[in-house]
Protein backbone atom coordinates (compact mmCIF):
# COMPACT_ATOMS: atom_id res chain seq x y z
CA UNK A 1 0.00 0.00 0.00
CA UNK A 2 1.47 3.35 -0.68
CA UNK A 3 -0.26 6.98 0.22
CA UNK A 4 0.91 10.11 -1.05
CA UNK A 5 1.17 13.44 0.71
CA UNK A 6 1.84 16.50 -1.45
CA UNK A 7 4.03 19.34 -0.25
CA UNK A 8 0.77 21.90 -0.47
CA UNK A 9 -0.89 19.67 1.86
CA UNK A 10 1.96 20.57 4.60
CA UNK A 11 1.83 23.07 7.73
CA UNK A 12 3.12 26.20 6.69
CA UNK A 13 4.25 28.82 9.47
CA UNK A 14 6.26 31.82 7.84
CA UNK A 15 7.98 33.79 10.64
CA UNK A 16 9.50 36.82 8.80
CA UNK A 17 12.96 35.06 9.33
CA UNK A 18 11.83 31.46 9.64
CA UNK A 19 10.01 30.45 6.58
CA UNK A 20 9.49 26.49 7.73
CA UNK A 21 7.09 23.23 6.29
CA UNK A 22 5.51 20.75 8.35
CA UNK A 23 5.20 17.33 7.68
CA UNK A 24 3.66 16.23 10.85
CA UNK A 25 1.90 18.24 13.39
CA UNK A 26 4.11 20.55 15.34
CA UNK A 27 3.71 24.08 17.23
CA UNK A 28 1.11 25.47 16.24
CA UNK A 29 0.04 23.24 13.33
CA UNK A 30 -2.00 20.38 14.54
CA UNK A 31 -3.21 17.64 11.93
CA UNK A 32 -4.70 14.60 13.49
CA UNK A 33 -3.77 12.32 10.37
CA UNK A 34 -0.15 13.48 10.75
CA UNK A 35 0.92 13.28 13.58
CA UNK A 36 3.71 10.81 13.35
CA UNK A 37 4.77 7.83 11.11
CA UNK A 38 5.85 4.94 13.29
CA UNK A 39 8.98 6.95 15.70
CA UNK A 40 8.85 9.31 13.05
CA UNK A 41 7.83 12.64 14.86
CA UNK A 42 9.29 16.13 12.97
CA UNK A 43 10.26 16.61 9.51
CA UNK A 44 10.24 20.46 8.83
CA UNK A 45 12.02 21.75 5.90
CA UNK A 46 13.31 25.24 7.11
CA UNK A 47 14.73 28.11 5.46
CA UNK A 48 16.46 30.48 7.66
CA UNK A 49 17.28 34.08 6.73
CA UNK A 50 20.52 35.48 6.63
CA UNK A 51 22.20 36.54 9.99
CA UNK A 52 19.61 34.78 11.87
CA UNK A 53 18.47 31.60 13.81
CA UNK A 54 17.15 29.37 16.53
CA UNK A 55 18.22 31.18 20.10
CA UNK A 56 18.79 28.72 22.60
CA UNK A 57 15.99 26.45 23.68
CA UNK A 58 15.86 22.65 25.26
CA UNK A 59 14.55 19.68 24.26
CA UNK A 60 14.11 16.10 25.85
CA UNK A 61 13.84 12.09 25.29
CA UNK A 62 14.49 13.02 21.19
CA UNK A 63 16.62 12.01 18.48
CA UNK A 64 16.62 15.24 16.52
CA UNK A 65 18.99 14.87 13.16
CA UNK A 66 19.79 17.89 11.02
CA UNK A 67 20.92 17.75 7.20
CA UNK A 68 21.48 21.01 5.38
CA UNK A 69 20.51 21.21 1.45
CA UNK A 70 21.59 24.79 0.77
CA UNK A 71 23.89 27.04 2.99
CA UNK A 72 25.26 26.69 6.48
CA UNK A 73 24.02 26.12 9.65
CA UNK A 74 25.82 27.44 13.09
CA UNK A 75 25.36 24.88 16.19
CA UNK A 76 26.09 24.97 20.08
CA UNK A 77 24.67 23.19 22.53
CA UNK A 78 24.81 22.74 26.38
CA UNK A 79 27.13 19.30 26.20
CA UNK A 80 30.01 21.62 24.93
CA UNK A 81 29.63 20.70 21.23
CA UNK A 82 30.00 23.65 18.49
CA UNK A 83 30.17 23.36 14.64
CA UNK A 84 29.01 24.75 11.41
CA UNK A 85 27.34 21.81 8.98
CA UNK A 86 27.38 21.95 5.48
CA UNK A 87 25.55 20.08 3.09
CA UNK A 88 26.64 16.77 2.60
CA UNK A 89 26.94 16.73 6.80
CA UNK A 90 24.34 14.96 9.16
CA UNK A 91 24.37 15.89 12.49
CA UNK A 92 22.50 13.60 15.63
CA UNK A 93 21.74 15.40 18.70
CA UNK A 94 20.40 12.91 20.94
CA UNK A 95 18.47 14.99 23.84
CA UNK A 96 17.53 12.43 26.46
CA UNK A 97 17.31 13.99 30.19
CA UNK A 98 17.57 17.32 29.07
CA UNK A 99 20.07 19.57 25.85
CA UNK A 100 19.86 23.03 25.20
CA UNK A 101 20.97 24.37 21.64
CA UNK A 102 21.25 27.22 19.53
CA UNK A 103 21.31 26.86 15.63
CA UNK A 104 22.01 30.14 13.62
CA UNK A 105 23.05 31.58 9.76
CA UNK A 106 25.44 33.30 10.24
CA UNK A 107 25.54 34.36 6.48
CA UNK A 108 25.65 37.75 5.43
CA UNK A 109 23.53 36.72 2.44
CA UNK A 110 22.51 33.70 1.72
CA UNK A 111 19.49 31.87 3.31
CA UNK A 112 20.40 28.60 5.03
CA UNK A 113 17.87 25.82 3.62
CA UNK A 114 17.67 22.81 6.00
CA UNK A 115 15.80 19.37 7.20
CA UNK A 116 15.02 18.97 10.89
CA UNK A 117 14.28 15.76 11.49
CA UNK A 118 13.11 13.64 15.00
CA UNK A 119 12.90 10.79 15.99
CA UNK A 120 11.15 9.48 18.64
CA UNK A 121 13.72 7.26 21.00
CA UNK A 122 13.04 3.63 22.02
CA UNK A 123 13.44 4.17 25.75
CA UNK A 124 13.49 7.88 27.62
CA UNK A 125 16.05 9.25 29.83
CA UNK A 126 19.10 8.28 27.93
CA UNK A 127 22.05 10.30 28.31
CA UNK A 128 22.52 13.79 25.76
CA UNK A 129 24.61 12.89 22.90
CA UNK A 130 25.99 14.30 19.65
CA UNK A 131 26.99 13.15 16.56
CA UNK A 132 28.24 14.32 13.39
CA UNK A 133 29.76 13.18 9.99
CA UNK A 134 29.82 14.10 6.23
CA UNK A 135 28.43 11.82 3.46
CA UNK A 136 30.08 13.20 0.18
CA UNK A 137 27.39 13.63 -2.60
CA UNK A 138 29.63 10.54 -4.73
CA UNK A 139 28.60 8.45 -2.00
CA UNK A 140 24.81 9.33 -2.62
CA UNK A 141 25.09 9.66 -6.50
CA UNK A 142 22.56 6.61 -7.94
CA UNK A 143 21.89 4.72 -4.58
CA UNK A 144 20.14 5.15 -1.34
CA UNK A 145 23.39 6.27 1.49
CA UNK A 146 22.71 5.31 4.89
CA UNK A 147 23.44 8.05 7.50
CA UNK A 148 21.56 6.69 9.87
CA UNK A 149 20.87 3.79 12.28
CA UNK A 150 20.97 1.80 15.56
CA UNK A 151 24.31 0.48 15.10
CA UNK A 152 26.21 3.09 13.41
CA UNK A 153 26.34 0.42 9.81
CA UNK A 154 28.03 1.76 7.01
CA UNK A 155 29.97 4.33 8.73
CA UNK A 156 26.07 6.06 9.75
CA UNK A 157 25.38 8.10 12.68
CA UNK A 158 23.48 6.46 15.86
CA UNK A 159 20.34 6.77 16.74
CA UNK A 160 18.28 5.17 19.53
CA UNK A 161 15.52 3.56 17.88
CA UNK A 162 15.17 0.50 15.20
CA UNK A 163 15.10 2.84 12.45
CA UNK A 164 17.16 3.06 9.08
CA UNK A 165 17.94 6.44 7.63
CA UNK A 166 19.25 6.45 3.91
CA UNK A 167 19.84 9.54 1.81
CA UNK A 168 20.29 9.53 -2.17
CA UNK A 169 21.10 11.74 -5.29
CA UNK A 170 19.21 10.94 -8.65
CA UNK A 171 19.51 11.94 -12.28
CA UNK A 172 18.13 10.71 -15.38
CA UNK A 173 17.75 7.09 -15.75
CA UNK A 174 19.41 6.73 -12.05
CA UNK A 175 17.57 4.50 -9.69
CA UNK A 176 17.47 2.19 -6.06
CA UNK A 177 15.89 -0.42 -4.85
CA UNK A 178 15.39 -0.72 -1.08
CA UNK A 179 13.90 -4.27 -0.11
CA UNK A 180 11.24 -4.21 2.95
CA UNK A 181 11.41 -6.69 5.81
CA UNK A 182 8.07 -8.25 6.86
CA UNK A 183 6.28 -5.70 9.15
CA UNK A 184 8.48 -2.90 7.64
CA UNK A 185 7.14 0.40 6.67
CA UNK A 186 8.90 3.66 4.58
CA UNK A 187 8.77 6.83 4.54
CA UNK A 188 9.94 8.97 1.47
CA UNK A 189 10.47 12.91 1.59
CA UNK A 190 11.63 14.66 -2.04
CA UNK A 191 13.80 17.24 -0.97
CA UNK A 192 14.36 19.11 -4.00
CA UNK A 193 13.68 17.71 -7.92
CA UNK A 194 11.09 15.22 -8.80
CA UNK A 195 11.49 11.27 -8.49
CA UNK A 196 8.98 8.49 -9.30
CA UNK A 197 8.81 5.98 -6.51
CA UNK A 198 6.67 3.19 -7.12
CA UNK A 199 5.43 4.34 -10.27
CA UNK A 200 3.82 7.50 -8.34
CA UNK A 201 5.49 10.73 -9.44
CA UNK A 202 6.57 13.10 -6.49
CA UNK A 203 7.89 16.72 -6.92
CA UNK A 204 9.86 18.78 -3.77
CA UNK A 205 8.12 18.36 -0.58
CA UNK A 206 6.14 15.38 -1.86
CA UNK A 207 6.42 12.46 0.27
CA UNK A 208 5.07 8.41 0.52
CA UNK A 209 4.28 5.84 2.86
CA UNK A 210 5.07 2.78 2.41
CA UNK A 211 3.43 -0.57 4.30
CA UNK A 212 2.64 -4.16 3.36
CA UNK A 213 5.07 -4.07 0.37
CA UNK A 214 8.13 -5.81 -0.67
CA UNK A 215 10.40 -2.94 -1.66
CA UNK A 216 10.17 0.14 -3.11
CA UNK A 217 11.79 1.95 -5.58
Known amino acids: MIEIRKAEERGYADHGWLKSYHSFSFADYY ?6 FGPLRVINEDRVAPGMGFGTHGHRDM ?6 LEGE ?25 GVRHSEYNHAANETTHFLQIWIVPDR ?26 PDGAEGSVVVHQDV ?8 GDESATLALQPARRAYVHV ?17 AKLEAADAWR
Open 124 to 149: TGIEPGYEEKRFEAADKRGRLRLVAS
Open 164 to 171: RLYAGLFD
Open 63 to 68: EIISYV
Open 73 to 97: LAHKDSMGNGSVIRPGDVQRMSAGT
Open 191 to 207: ARGRIVVNGQALEAGDA
Open 31 to 36: DPQHVQ
